[in-house]
């Protein structure tokens, strides 16, 4: 006895099948290209970062955040965070890409830099809204990876011998 084949329910299914597997090959295409936007974006952020002008600034601003100011030039290098910590908020950038990259930069130069962002925030609570964004979320990242508590890196003291390692610079 033979079971009679119902093609209309055969053409359904691969119909479904085939589209599951459009779905896949689209999602596994956007996860592809995000990644590669990411790298493209991070060599582009690692290329600012590293070029002459920014590391004088970056000089600069350690040089007076180890005399208890916040030289002029700082606000550049704040931006420069800030504009990261947008990156990240809207997923221009993957996670793990930039903190592998930038891991211990933004942390660094943040609670080094804490008391005047306050300062700052008195008259705009918005100041470096993305740069703590960015900050927040290495925090979790290095204190996964490390082991290290964030109650211990969110210390000024913990980064103080990151900055004075970039006085070095130039």
Known sequence: MSI????LEVSAWAAMITAIGALIAIWLQNRSEAITRSLDMLLR???KFDSERMRTLRKA???GLLEGKLADE???VLDFFEEIGLLLRYKAIHVEILFESFYHSP???WFSSLKYINEMRVSNKEMYDNFEYLVERELDYASR???ISTAVMKNQDFW????VRETKHI
């Open 4 to 7: 009679p084949i119902d093609w």
């Open 45 to 47: 952020l690692e290329e």
């Open 61 to 63: 601003t350690a040089q």
């Open 74 to 76: 700082a606000y550049y």
């Open 107 to 109: 942390q660094a130069y």
């Open 145 to 147: 990876k490390t082991g």
């Open 160 to 163: 103080k011998s990151y900055i």
